[in-house]
T-cell receptor, first 108, second 120 residues
Framework: GQQVMQIPQYQHVQEGEDFTTYCNSS?????IQWYKQRPGGHPVFLIQLVKSGEVKKQKRLTFQFGEAKKNSSLHITATQTTDVGTYFC????????FGKGTKLTVNP | GAVVSQHPSRVICKSGTSVKIECRSLDFQATTMFWYRQFPKQSLMLMATSNEGSKATYEQGVEKDKFLINHASLTLSTLTVTSAHPEDSSFYIC????????????????FGNGTRLTVT
């Protein structure tokens, strides 16, 4: 069945450093979504990418969807302590399949 | 933004008892809701898709007689864990698709706050 792999599992950075998490699917996706789950909280929708090669930005966050629509990345520039949490990608075809997430911790 | 309310947030029950978890969409009607289970330090595992007015669709390996799902109205889905055992202890979280927000096959999901179930 469809699998979505996400790396790294954990990332610890100093405040101000950049952060990137990567997502790869075993199959071509119709869309990819990104969610953020704060510690003790629930996943919150960040963005949805649909087009091949699409790039979207939200302030310090940059989301990319690969040309083959099998991979995606989330890049955070100059991390802040408010960025801590687990970032999940979710690959869509018939249904959404979530990656295992990347837990980001930021040292102030 | 869309709000999904899940209740209770935390429940402790004895082995053999049943627990009902409610998921409500507060400001929109959700024909489809999803139930997930999240293990510590792991991802969201889809258990079943709840469809208003029809039977739920369960994922492979999920016992439908153990995890009863009812979606009786456009704003409410319930998950009942029957005859709970300690291995059922987990974080259960629901989500709903808000109609009209999809730009692709899958609509963005709005999640409830989750229910932490502990079976003793």
């Amino acid at each position: 069945g469809q699998q979505v792999m996400q790396i790294p599992q954990y990332q610890h950075v100093q405040e101000g450093e950049d952060f990137t998490t990567y997502c790869n699917s075993s199959t071509t996706l119709s869309n990819i979504q990104w969610y953020k789950q704060r510690p003790g909280g629930h996943p919150v929708f960040l963005i949805q990418l649909v087009k091949s090669g699409e790039v979207k930005k939200q302030k310090r966050l940059t989301f990319q969807f690969g040309e083959a629509k099998k991979n995606s990345s989330l890049h955070i520039t100059a991390t802040q302590t408010t960025d801590v949490g687990t970032y999940f990608c979710a690959g869509g075809s018939e249904k959404l399949v979530f990656g295992k997430g990347t837990k980001l911790t930021v040292n102030p | 933004g869309a709000v999904v309310s899940q209740h209770p947030s935390r429940v402790i029950c004895k082995s053999g008892t049943s627990v009902k978890i409610e998921c409500r969409s507060l400001d929109f009607q959700a024909t489809t809701m999803f139930w997930y289970r999240q293990f510590p330090k792991q991802s969201l595992m889809l258990m079943a898709t709840s469809n208003e007015g029809s039977k739920a669709t369960y994922e492979q390996g999920v016992e439908k007689d153990k995890f009863l799902i009812n979606h009786a109205s456009l704003t409410l889905s319930t998950l009942t864990v029957t005859s709970a055992h300690p291995e059922d202890s987990s974080f259960y979280i629901c989500s709903a698709e808000k109609p009209g927000t999809a730009i692709s096959y899958n609509s963005p999901l709005h999640f409830g706050n989750g229910t932490r179930l502990t079976v003793t």
